[in-house]
């Protein structure tokens, strides 16, 4: 089962395909993991990913297509994978599906993560982490036992940069322009299911199976 997990960020995308990964052994495959294994590695590609990186420009959409497609190449993808986080517009989606098609594979379901972008805000603002052990919190669902002190370690509770309201919007902006176009393309396919990814992680989970016949 080859999936696409789509859907504005901080909707759960990631949560989810851990969970599938977990449960099924499917490869979770994120741009991020890749870009940073290829450059610990100092392979080609990770090379020069990492020059766009390093002067803070985006890698363009063909070096991400060539990283992405190389690790789909490999021996724990045969039975599937999942993709989380690409491809994020329609030039990234158009090499999958001739890669994919090179090699007699298509993409079998596209996932959109759905949910009220208010709410979403909301629940990403409110994160908050430990920044001694890394243990998570919430201002709202997940509180510390003392306000500011993690129960863990005793270490100081912060706000990642990432997890800021203006960070949040900007993303969601990008999403917007570049991502969510390629909701209509992959209806166009009739490859495109919506999940709850509002709803509480198990059954999330329980709709992906449904969907996709995963047991």
Request: proline fraction near 3%.
């Amino acid at each position: 089962m080859n999936i696409i997990m789509l859907g504005v960020p901080g909707a759960g995308k990631g949560t989810i395909s851990k969970e599938l990964h977990e449960k099924y052994n499917l490869p979770h495959i994120s741009t991020g993991d890749i870009f940073r294994e290829n450059i610990k590695n100092n392979t080609e590609l990770g090379k020069l990913a990492k020059s766009y990186i390093d002067t803070g420009k985006l890698v363009p959409d063909d070096v991400t297509i060539n990283i992405v497609v190389d690790r789909l190449k490999r021996e724990d993808c045969k039975d599937g994978f999942i993709l989380d986080g690409f491809p994020r517009n329609i030039i990234q989606a158009d090499g999958l599906k001739k890669a994919l098609s090179a090699n007699n594979k298509k993409i079998d379901v596209v996932i959109l993560v759905d949910g009220d972008v208010d709410k979403i805000i909301k629940r990403l603002s409110g994160r908050r982490v430990c920044e001694k052990c890394g243990t998570p919190y919430h201002i709202e669902t997940l509180r510390p036992k003392v306000d500011g002190v993690c129960d863990t370690c005793g270490g100081k509770i912060i706000q990642r940069k990432d997890d800021s309201e203006e960070v949040i919007l900007d993303r969601i902006n990008v999403y917007n322009e570049q991502t969510k176009p390629l909701i209509d393309y992959y209806k166009k396919d009739n490859l495109l299911k919506s999940v709850d990814g509002l709803a509480k992680i198990e059954d999330v989970v329980k709709q992906v199976e449904d969907i996709t016949g995963l047991r």
